[in-house]
Antibody, heavy 126, light 109 residues
Framework: EVQLVESGGGLVQPGRSLRLSCTAS????????MHWVRQAPGKGLEWVSG????????GYADSVKGRFTISRDNAKNSLYLQMNSLRAEDTAFYYC???????????????????WGQGTLVTVSS | SYELTQPPSVSVSPGQTARITCSGD??????AYWYQQKSGQAPVLVMY???KRPSGIPERFSGSSSGTMATLTISGAQVEDEADYYC????????????FGGGTKLTVL
């Protein structure tokens, strides 16, 4: 069974940092690009960041560029999101999602996602 | 930046056809994907590459795309289809960004 499990969420003060992790199982992790998507309470979905299987194609939403860094460790079947300089507006459920494709094609990255984790809640508040 | 625009809400009676639209300038060049999210749950893929239905998704769900508009159609909507629906697509200029529409609340009653 394909499964994605996020961890690392919690309560953090504005301006501080937090690192989210996503552990994958049930598929060959390094065959696929991966993404982070977030959803503020009561709001819609927002794509945050994506990374190709080789980490050579990476993208960020304008709202997080320069503050968040996506990375992956294929040997550990794990995806990460380092979040720095956190703001109240970063409060959200953060979902890990698996792409349909490896993400090699520069002009066709990112793709869509076929599997989602259950999410981890990040609350930024003093 | 670019946007995808969805109607905030669509309402139908059980058995009727529900159509949810998604408009955006990128859609003639990029695929649309559709996600269903029920209250308190993670999103689920219900349509990919405009019109392909994942295994396990009922046949009453179909998708199409023409020009700058993609449409998710639920033929004979059921009460259990009541959910938020989001379209998603990707940047076409090599900026490596994805974008969701604002979401459509489908009410079936």
């Amino acid at each position: 069974e394909v499964q994605l499990v996020e961890s690392g969420g919690g309560l953090v003060q504005p301006g501080r940092s937090l690192r989210l992790s996503c552990t994958a199982s049930g598929f060959t992790f390094d065959d696929y690009a991966m993404h982070w998507v977030r959803q503020a309470p009561g709001k819609g979905l927002e794509w945050v960041s994506g990374i190709s299987w080789k980490s050579d194609n990476v993208g960020y939403a304008d709202s997080v560029k320069g503050r968040f860094t996506i990375s992956r460790d294929n040997a550990k079947n794990s995806l990460y999101l380092q979040m720095n300089s956190l703001r109240a507006e970063d409060t959200a459920f953060y979902y890990c999602a698996k792409d349909f494709d490896p993400g090699d094609d520069f002009w066709n990255f990112p793709g869509g996602f076929d599997v989602w984790g259950q999410g981890t809640l990040v609350t930024v508040s003093s | 930046s670019y946007e995808l625009t969805q109607p905030p809400s669509v309402s139908v009676s059980p058995g009727q056809t529900a159509r949810i639209t998604c408009s955006g300038d990128v859609l003639p060049k990029k695929y649309a994907y559709w996600y269903q999210q029920k209250s308190g749950q993670a999103p689920v893929l219900v349509m990919y590459e405009d019109s392909k239905r994942p295994s396990g998704i009922p046949e009453r769900f179909s998708g199409s795309s023409s020009g700058t508009m993609a449409t998710l159609t639920i033929s004979g909507a059921q009460v259990e289809d009541e959910a938020d629906y989001y379209c998603y697509s990707t940047d076409s200029s090599g900026n490596h960004k994805g974008v969701f529409g604002g979401g459509t609340k489908l009410t079936v009653l």
